[in-house]
């Protein structure tokens, strides 16, 4: 292993959440380190704390005690406009419902995340088109989401994901809506992304699925069960 | 650093505002209904405020605020028997001790006659006023050829004649009639002046449809009658000093002809005062409150267009509540959703704006054709009508928008 700092490094790392008269620990004291370049599945029953911790590395909500660093900066040091900055430039997401924009085509859809980015016109179509491409969907940019099967509209949301050249790619179950055999294909994608230096972290509940990545954390009761490394498949 | 996103940012707002109303038309239209209606009805209120204003002004240039009238009343005024007295002419006399008044400048009694006019083979029926020298002070005539009648003209009752334009037209077809003779009935008469071009009247009379002759000439030849009087003056204007109230001036004119007139104590007038300038506002706040009606009714449908914006604005924040977390994820800031949902709110208005502004434009013509109503239509209106329907969007649109902004990303995108 390198020197280099990690992508992600969590330190004791809490969230609660208070629900009525109750407070809920999500989670207690995470510590983890994601370094660039892994490919990880994060496991766990539902209530584990995996989409919490998932949530917090993605930017999108705030650790209530500990540090979390990605990319080097500190989460907390970061005013609303710098995470979202940061969600921007650094990360992408893959959802599990696609979460593409109805009535708008495969490109638009892409340039999403180009529209709070300073670019100029021209670099912003070579982009979103060089990303279409690289999910195999050249032929497809001008089709609406609803003119795309399943496994095509995940292809559109990772070229989305894709088109800002994120350092991370954060997937919270991006096959939970496809068959056995699409399910494959986007996991083959990931990997091959992955093998291009993106480093991947995903979120599902399904071994076959977790097989793709060279490391698994699992979650439960709001701490890290396990934490293994494996081969690459 | 971060705003040199903003610009971009705007316009593809614009282009996703017209997106979503696009795909909603009937609905956006719908909601667009109260601003287009509060906007078309403000723009016909205020054409019409403004042109009874300006019918106002030009009315009081044209007759001068500061002239009265001083007439005989009538016999059946009051609806009391006053006896063969009561309808006493006003006289040469009146004139004179009017004048001498402080607050008064000039002073003209006035007799009016239809009269066929003949001159160079032509002839032509026209109306025949005795005037004093001052009349044309008074009533803000200019001459503009030759001169006006002399006092000393007007009290010996000389055979001379001052012509409006359309009578020069007619009886001379525009040639200058200087020194010409003209008959008026069977009395005939030097042309010793022409007078200025004054157009029509409000009442859309022809102002320059008139033959002037000195007042004794006409009531004592022109214009005979069993029940003359030889000193009768008819209705006398009155011209009052610039500076003074008119009001004022006209009870010091009143106090004067009741004590000429020795009307005691108590007894109402046997004669009327008209002030030009009360009468023409009495007519004109018919037309404004014309005005105010409408101008009431079109506030109240902007608020009730602002309120369906608002409305619907909250409907689109809650229909599109998971795309505003997926913007938030990919790294849009609560400011760029706030100023997309703005930016859809005033486009909203500005549309509904646009739309009220040919319905207020149609509005202000049908109102003028139907309703003979003086309008004006001015730039100022319109700009302000499309300026006020955007700015009641913003305003509306601002707390849907804001809301929206304020969306939690997390709980934004898993909402369902």
């Known amino acids: 292993m390198s020197t280099a700092p990690p992508l992600i490094r969590a330190e004791g790392l809490c969230k609660d959440y208070v629900m009525g008269r109750n407070v809920v620990h999500a989670l207690i004291d995470v510590d983890v380190e994601i370094d660039n370049g892994e490919f990880v599945a994060v496991m766990g029953p539902s209530g584990s704390g995996k989409s919490t911790f998932m949530n917090m590395v993605g930017a999108l909500d705030r650790p209530t005690r500990g540090r979390l660093t990605i990319a080097g900066r500190d989460l907390a040091e970061l005013d609303d406009d710098e995470q979202a900055r940061l969600r921007n430039e650094t990360l992408g997401f893959v959802f599990q419902q696609f979460m593409l924009l109805a009535r708008t085509s495969a490109l638009d859809n892409v340039k999403l995340p180009l529209m709070y980015t300073a670019m100029d016109r021209d670099e912003k179509q070579q982009r979103a088109e060089a990303a279409l491409n690289r999910v195999g969907l050249a032929d497809r940019m001008d089709h609406n989401p609803s003119q795309l099967s399943g496994g095509q509209q995940q292809r559109v949301a990772i070229a989305r994901a894709l088109v800002n050249r994120p350092r991370m790619i954060l997937a919270d179950e991006p096959t939970g809506a496809l068959d056995t055999a699409t399910a494959e294909e986007i996991m083959g994608l990931f990997g091959a992304l992955n093998a291009e230096g993106v480093t991947v972290v995903l979120v599902t509940h399904e071994e076959e699925i977790a097989e793709h990545a060279r490391r698994i954390i699992r979650f439960r009761d709001g701490r890290i069960q396990t934490d293994q490394r494996r081969q690459a498949a | ?416």
């Open chain 2, 1 to 416: 650093m971060n705003d040199e996103r903003t610009g971009l940012h705007l316009s593809a707002s614009l282009a996703i505002a017209l997106k979503a109303i696009r795909t909603n038309a009937v609905r956006s239209l719908l909601t667009m209904l109260g601003i287009i209606i509060g906007i078309g009805a403000a723009i016909v209120a205020v054409s019409i405020a403004q042109g009874a204003g300006k019918q106002l002004t030009d009315q009081i240039e044209q007759f001068g605020t500061h002239t009265l009238q001083v007439r005989p009343g009538n016999s059946w005024w009051g609806g009391r028997s006053r006896g063969a007295d009561s309808e006493r002419p006003l006289t040469d006399d009146d004139v004179e001790a009017l004048r001498a008044l402080d607050g008064i400048e000039a002073a003209s009694g006035r007799v009016q006659a239809s009269v066929t006019s003949v001159a160079d083979g032509n002839n032509w029926p026209t109306t025949l006023l005795g005037v004093g020298a001052d009349f044309a002070l008074i009533e803000n005539f200019e001459i503009a050829e030759g001169r006006n009648i002399t006092e000393a003209e007007a009290e010996r009752g000389a055979k001379i004649a001052v012509l409006g334009q359309t009578v020069v037209e007619e009886l001379f077809n525009g040639a200058n009639p200087i020194g010409q003779r003209i008959r008026v009935n069977r009395t005939s008469a030097t042309v010793v002046g022409v007078l200025e071009e004054k157009g029509a009247g409000s009442w859309g009379q022809d102002q320059d449809d008139v033959i002037w002759m000195p007042l004794d000439t006409v009531r004592s030849r022109v214009a005979r009658s069993a029940e003359a009087v030889a000193d009768n003056a008819g209705r006398i204007h009155l011209k009052v000093w610039d500076g003074l109230e008119v009001l004022d001036v006209e009870r010091e004119v009143e106090h004067l002809m009741r004590v000429r007139r020795d009307i005691q104590p108590g007894a109402e007038d046997d004669f009327r005062i008209a002030n030009f300038a009360e009468f023409i506002r009495a007519r004109n706040e018919t037309e404004s409150l014309l005005g105010f009606l409408l101008a009431a009714f079109s506030a109240t449908s902007l608020v009730v267009g602002g309120i369906g914006i608002m409305n619907i604005m909250l409907v689109s924040v809650t229909e599109r509540t998971r795309e505003i977390g997926l913007r938030r994820a990919v790294g849009a800031r609560s400011r760029d959703v706030l100023t997309q949902f703005l930016v859809e709110a005033t486009v909203l208005g500005l549309l509904g704006g646009l739309v009220g502004l040919l319905l207020g434009i149609g509005g202000t013509m049908l109102a003028a054709r139907l309703g003979e109503f003086p309008v004006l239509l001015s730039p100022i209106t319109l700009v302000g009508a499309v300026g006020v329907a955007v700015l009641i969007a913003v305003f509306f649109g601002y707390y849907p928008a804001r809301r929206a902004s304020r969306l939690d990303p997390i709980d934004a995108l898993r909402f369902e």
